[in-house]
């Protein structure tokens, strides 16, 4: 009867930390493969101030389509047509009509664009507009690739119509000044409604001083953002960006919570988690200087093999094994995981990105802040959980494990299945 009473509890338990755990992780998934990225050169020069930037094309117009016409269909966007496949509306460029309006068109972004010195607001003067198909474009990291990508047609003769959501656009924008600027606020306007644009990435690359400093900001920029010549505020933004992205990467936190659930002690947690932070550290400069097989199906691959490891720990930490070798265990683990880091990293910076290393510094730095606070908040309950409550550690323990599995699980298939169709 004592038994039957304890199994019941282990299973509620389980079966509320499932629905809670399913809950907050059924919709996300570690990596962000999307295009959801904008960068912001801010040149200083003698009386103006020039904004070079790229942004996807869908940010500009997906929120502008007309009324319903006679088909049944919306009107077109500005710039753009069109294009019913299999019963599906799709969007393409209007090559044209960028053509001969390329300036019409980035009237849009400059309009959203709010630039103020303190309460002044500057008012920008459109300059040169420049539109390629994904993949196309130039390099845009350096200033001097961002000047060089203007060169040129406003949409090259020879690109075919492109869809709207695989079309970038790069637009200058001058902005007349009296005095020297060193610090402004930036702050967008656009609100395309587009899926995960909370989670667009913006790279903002002042270039005040010699060494230009980088801001990496997620969001749509809806609220000012304050950049000065700071090179440490410009760091702390990765650091921030790193420790939101561990918070946010769900695998990663079931991973971590079941290496700290599963150590015997502060000891072992010591070197479960140095072992792991060893491993991705290395990785993600790895993956980000692209010394990884440059094929479809790797990304896929990480995915599926992180999704392992957290079923891997959770067992390891169901049965109270402790491995051996744990920290090379946590390290040869941490490694995949560390692929997926520098996925996202990758995205937005390239090799010879100016701060290069102060960027992937304060992104790793951010990431292991992210994991020690969770291991600052799970291990002393579990400490007090065992002190004060000893009899339930272990159904606590089951409730916290068995949803990993669960979950990991269902990550593992429908992973399995991405890397097969990738393959």
């Not at 000044?177 to 002042?206: C, G, H, M, R, Y």
């Not at 094929?295 to 995915?303: Q, S």
């Amino acid at each position: 009867m004592l038994k039957r009473k304890k199994y019941k509890k282990i299973f509620i338990l389980v079966l509320l930390s499932t629905v809670f755990l399913f809950y907050f992780t059924k919709s996300f998934s570690h990596f962000k493969l999307n295009a959801n990225i904008r960068l912001f050169h801010i040149v200083h020069e003698e009386n103006q101030i020039r904004v070079l930037a790229r942004t996807p094309l869908a940010y500009l117009i997906a929120d502008k389509l007309g009324s319903i016409q006679e088909d049944g269909l919306p009107s077109p966007a500005p710039f753009s047509t069109n294009l019913v496949i299999d019963g599906i509306l799709n969007h393409k460029l209007d090559s044209d009509q960028l053509r001969n309006n390329p300036k019409g068109l980035a009237k849009f972004f400059a309009d959203a664009l709010i630039i103020k010195i303190g309460e002044q607001k500057l008012n920008p003067v459109i300059g040169r507009v420049v539109a390629y198909p994904i993949n196309k474009q130039k390099p845009f990291s350096k200033l001097t690739e961002a000047e060089d990508s203007f060169k040129g047609e406003v949409y090259n003769s020879k690109y075919e119509e492109a869809f709207i959501g695989d079309t970038i656009i790069d637009i200058e924008l001058i902005y007349p000044i009296q005095d020297d600027v060193k610090k402004f606020s930036i702050q967008s306007l656009l609100n395309p409604n587009l899926p995960k644009q909370e989670e667009t990435a913006n790279l903002i690359i002042d270039h005040y001083n010699k060494k230009p400093n980088i801001h990496r900001i997620t969001g749509l920029l809806n609220q000012p953002v304050i950049i000065t010549n700071s090179a440490l505020k410009a760091f702390f933004t990765f650091v921030v960006n790193g420790f939101k992205h561990i918070l946010e990467g769900y695998d990663h936190i079931l991973f971590i919570l079941c290496l700290i659930v599963g150590a015997q002690n502060l000891t072992s947690l010591f070197w479960r988690i140095t072992g792991f932070t060893v491993g991705h550290s290395i990785t993600i400069s790895f993956g980000f200087f692209n010394i990884i097989p440059n094929y479809v199906w790797f990304i896929p691959f990480i995915e599926t093999t992180i999704a392992l490891t957290i079923i891997y720990a959770a067992f390891l930490a169901l049965f109270g094994k402790e491995h051996k070798n744990i920290i090379l265990v946590t390290g040869l683990i941490g490694l995949l995981h560390g692929f997926g880091f520098s996925f996202i990293l990758s995205e937005i910076l390239s090799i010879d990105s100016a701060n290069l290393w102060e960027s992937l510094l304060g992104f790793n730095v951010g990431v292991e802040l992210g994991q020690l606070l969770i291991a600052i908040i799970v291990w002393p309950c579990l400490l007090i959980i065992s002190r004060i409550l000893p009899r339930y550690i272990v159904h606590i323990k089951w409730a916290i494990l068995i949803p990993c599995i669960f979950i990991a699980s269902i990550w593992f298939g429908e992973r399995t299945i991405q890397l097969i169709s990738s393959i």
